[in-house]
Structures are given as C-alpha cells and as structure tokens.
C-alpha cells in the first residue's frame, strides 16, 4: 500500500534542519498511516511520528491537523496548560508527510481496559473531566471543532504526576463556521445534529464528552450502538424525549428516522418520551426495516438499555463502609446532572465548557440541586488565517 515500510533504526530526516528521527517502536497504525516512536540522540530523548500515507487525500488531511494544531499550541496555548498534545516538527520523508509530537503514554480506553471494563473511581472521573473541558474550553476559543473527540485520542501522559491526560488527533478537525463533511464522529460519540445532519457547532464535542465522562465511569460505551437508528433508539430511550422539532423540521436525514405526524404528536404511549410533544415520531422498528429494505442491525444490548439516572445509580458499589455510599450516592447524582447538561438533545440548550465547568461534579461543591448555569454571552467569531507551508522540510511530494 502507500505506507512507508518501516524498521528498527530506520531514520526519518528532516532535510531543512537535518535533524534525524530514529524509529524505535510502532505505536499505531490506521487508515491515515503509521505512529512510529522515534529516538532523537541530540535530545536525548524520544518523540512520536505520524507517517501521513503517500496520498493526496490524507495528505491534505495532514496538512489541516498541521496548521490547527499550531494556532492552537502557539496562540491558545503558548505555555503548555491546556492538555492539548504539542506539535514539535514537520516534515516530508521520502515522499511521506511526518509529523512528530511529544511522546505520551496510553490512551483511555486502553486504561478503560487495563481495569478490565469496570470503570474508573469517580475522584479519577472528575479528574480527567475537568482536564478535557479545559482543552475544550480552549479549542472553543479557538473556534476549533475536534470532530472525533474519544477515549482513543486522550492520551495520558506519564512524563508528570498526578496523572495528566491530552487531547491528540486533530485529523478530523475543522474551523467553526467551515463544516464541510457530513459524516463526522465516531459512532458511539456521535452527536444528534451530526446524525439528523443539522449544521453543527463546538457545542458536537460537548456531546462526545458527555459519553466519555459517563463511559470512564461505566467502563462501558453510554450509547454502544451497532448502526445509527440504533444509536438513534438508545438516545431516545436513555434520555428521554427526542431532539427539537425545529431541529428536525431542517435537518437532511429527519426522514430516515422520523414520520412527520402533522399535527403535534404526544408521545404519551412511549413510555421513554413520556411528556413529549412533538410533530415528529421516530419510526417503528418495522417501519425502518420497509423504508431501508433491510434489516437495521439492532445492538444486542439494545434491549437492555435503561434511562440515564438508573444506569448510574444501579452501577455496583466498589466501597463498602456506609458513610463513604452514601458520600458516592451524592456525587453519583452530581454525575447525573452533569452528564444531563452534555447529553442534552439541543445544541443550543447543551452547556458550553465554561458553563459545565463550574458544575459541582467537579468543582466539589456540595450538590443539593439541579445545576442552572449563567448564560453564556456570545463572542465574535474568531477568523484565523490557516495555511500550510505545501512543501515542508524541503521535500518534494507528488
Ligand atoms: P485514524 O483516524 O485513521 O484512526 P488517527 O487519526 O486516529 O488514525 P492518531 O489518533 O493521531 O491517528 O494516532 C493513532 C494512534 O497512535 C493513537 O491512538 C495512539 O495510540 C498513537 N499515538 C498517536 N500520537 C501519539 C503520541 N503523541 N504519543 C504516543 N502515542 C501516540
Ligand atoms: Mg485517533
Ligand atoms: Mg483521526
């Protein structure tokens, strides 16, 4: 394929700066290319090189993480605060876009597993949630969207201690206000103005982050859904209600998943919608499968799923002494309500990283009612000019 073939002691060079990269180790490996953990003798030290494909398409992939990466490290966040990884060097090696980065340890869901899927203390939760939300936070600022924002790209960082953990993979990212793809997020984190296809803002990574924070707890995806009506029926059911009827009267894909009633529909026979009212029904399992001509691949934990509050309360105790449940039972219901800001079906009503910052779940304030956070004033529009030098390291590509 178009991947460099790589070895032990194979050397990348930088030919502007002819500063070498000695390949040690693979760290991983997908559809863009290859990681490679490289040894750097003058630094005695070691970073990580992505190994963009020989391929235009990656190749302009690569150049957009680039150049967002650095109005990120260098103008948002010039001393290294925000938990975002750091871009060190660009280059073109033998016809391959490398891009190194300071080396960092694990990822979530590897850590996810190292605990063989029983999910992590809450102290650790809330410690990793206020880390993310502040990256966020500054990626908002930046009016940057990460559009594949999962335990996949956190990445802990074994350099310090406590434990810190940074945000990598910005390959899919783009500028607020440039939403050119459609089909972005990885499933299990997908939001529903992507899924509806409704224009999308920042406000899609505050979704993504709602289902980290409740899958670092579960040790579980929150919505692990096997195609996207099924991610459609787990939202409905988890949560309750559906997403706004204005939202579903604009959105491109509405029809795939909704009948259009007319009149105001009252959910009042859908036990998961109770309440609801609505000019819009999801459609029935039988009314997908005649409308697609196949069968929708329904999860086999679909049936299982249950509302947000019993999922959390009924997940077993790892404490045993009385006072420290029932202190857990508390910050249980400061989970809830936290997660219940972040997965919140409208975009507009879903809260920004600043207002979820000041909930109680992390600032451990004691929590005795439902959080109401101050309105957020809106701010101009950032514009920055991204641009890529097109023939780094003084190579020649294509
Ligand atoms: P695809 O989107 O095709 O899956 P990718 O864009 O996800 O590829 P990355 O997420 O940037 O590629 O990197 C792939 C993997 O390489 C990561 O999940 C991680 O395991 C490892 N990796 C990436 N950057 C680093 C780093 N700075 N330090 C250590 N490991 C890294
Ligand atoms: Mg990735
Ligand atoms: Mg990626």
Known sequence: DSNLILYVNFVLVNMVSKQRYIVKDLLGQGTFGQVAKCWVSENNSYVAVKII????????????????????????????????????????????????????????????????????????????????????????DAGIIHCDLKPENILISTSVKPPEIKIIDFGSACMEGQTIYSYIQSRYYRSPEVLLGYPYTTAIDMWSFGCIVAELFLGLPLFPADSEFDLLKRMIETLGGQPPDDQLRDAKNTSKFFKHVGSIYRLEDDKACKGVTSAYRVLTVEEF???????????KHYFN???????????????????????????????????????????????????????????????????????????????HTVSVDHNPGGGHWL
Not at 310 to 331: D, G, M, Q, V
Request: glycine letters at 4%; charged letters at 25%.
């Open 289 to 299: 499968e005649a409308r697609e001509l196949k069968r929708p691949e329904m999860g």
């Open 305 to 383: 799923c249950a509302k947000l509050e019993e999922i959390i309360a009924n997940y077993p105790y790892r404490k045993n002494s009385h006072e420290e449940i029932k202190k857990e039972n508390l910050t249980r219901l400061a989970l809830v309500d936290f997660l219940r800001g972040l997965v919140e079906f409208d975009p507009g009503k879903r809260w920004s990283p600043l207002q979820a910052s000041h909930h109680p779940f992390l600032t451990g304030e004691p929590f005795t009612c439902p959080y109401e956070p101050q309105p957020e004033t809106p701010r101009i529009p950032v514009i």
């Open 53 to 140: 494909k020989n391929d235009p398409a990656y190749y302009r992939q690569a150049s957009v993480e680039i150049s967002l990466l650095h109005v990120l490290n260098r103008k948002f966040d010039p001393d290294d605060e925000h938990h975002i990884v750091r871009i060190l060097d660009y280059f073109v090696c033998q016809r391959h876009l490398c891009i190194t980065f300071e080396i960092l340890g694990p990822n979530l869901f590897e850590l996810i597993k190292m605990n063989n899927y029983k999910g992590l203390s809450l102290n650790i939760v809330q410690m990793f949630s206020r880390q993310i939300l502040n990256a966020l936070m500054v990626m908002k």
